[in-house]
T-cell receptor, first 113, second 112 residues
């Protein structure tokens, strides 16, 4: 069966510090991978998605970036965090076909102080 | 741009009651619609996926319907239980790409 992991589970970072969140998927090959942010009281916002290694599409211009160094690894990064980057970050995957379900990881709670 | 709305934002019902959650979307050009459950501080758990060509899907006490032409979906929960308390989100997948659009959810509380 497929499993999706995210770490860390929680993170508290000062403004201006760098960020690296990691997501890995097990039990599948060539998944589509997604990064979402869920801010308090708001819906999920799609940040990035990837259909293959090195292929990243950005949905929202901001100071975040994403990379996919391996087939089942997706990394969300920032060089300098802003207060507005606080939120709940969720990684998700699907099988790469339009008719498949999307599955989510457990999330990372990021607080920028 | 696709907009997804869920009404009501919050709902409180006594245990055992049947209930309906609503989801509406503005653009009918969708591949599918997915219902999720989210417990506080947790990720999303997939409940049901309805393809654009389907009218409904059932899983246990859950039944989801889709009326693509009118831009509506409903999630019916039968014989609600306290363990059903969570936030329920719907999401639509656009027909032209990998974009998903989420509603802001309905927070459900089932009172014992």
């Amino acid at each position: 069966s497929q499993t999706i992991h995210q770490w860390p589970a929680t993170l508290v970072q000062p403004v201006g510090s760098p960020l690296s969140l990691e997501c890995t998927v097990e039990g599948t090959s060539n998944p589509n991978l997604y990064w979402y942010r869920q801010a308090a009281g708001r819906g999920l916002q799609l940040l990035f998605y990837s259909v293959g290694i090195g292929q990243i599409s950005s949905e929202v211009p901001q100071n975040l970036s994403a990379s996919r160094p391996q087939d089942r690894q997706f990394i969300l990064s920032s060089k300098k965090l802003l207060l507005s980057d606080s939120g709940f970050y969720l990684c998700a995957w699907d099988a790469g076909f339009a008719y498949n379900e999307q599955f989510f990881g457990p999330g990372t709670r990021l607080t920028v102080l | 741009k696709q907009e997804v709305t869920q009404i009501p934002a919050a709902l409180s019902v006594p245990e055992g009651e049947n209930l309906v959650l609503n989801c509406s979307f503005t653009d009918s050009a969708i591949y599918n619609l997915q219902w999720f459950r989210q417990d506080p501080g947790k990720g999303l758990t997939s409940l049901l996926l309805i393809q654009s060509s389907q009218r409904e899907q059932t899983s246990g006490r859950l039944n989801a319907s889709l009326d693509k032409s009118s831009g509506r979906s409903t999630l019916y929960i039968a014989a609600s239980q306290p363990g059903d308390s969570a936030t329920y989100l719907c999401a639509v997948r656009h027909s032209t790409g990998n974009q998903f659009y989420f509603g802001t959810g309905t927070s459900l509380t089932v009172i014992p």
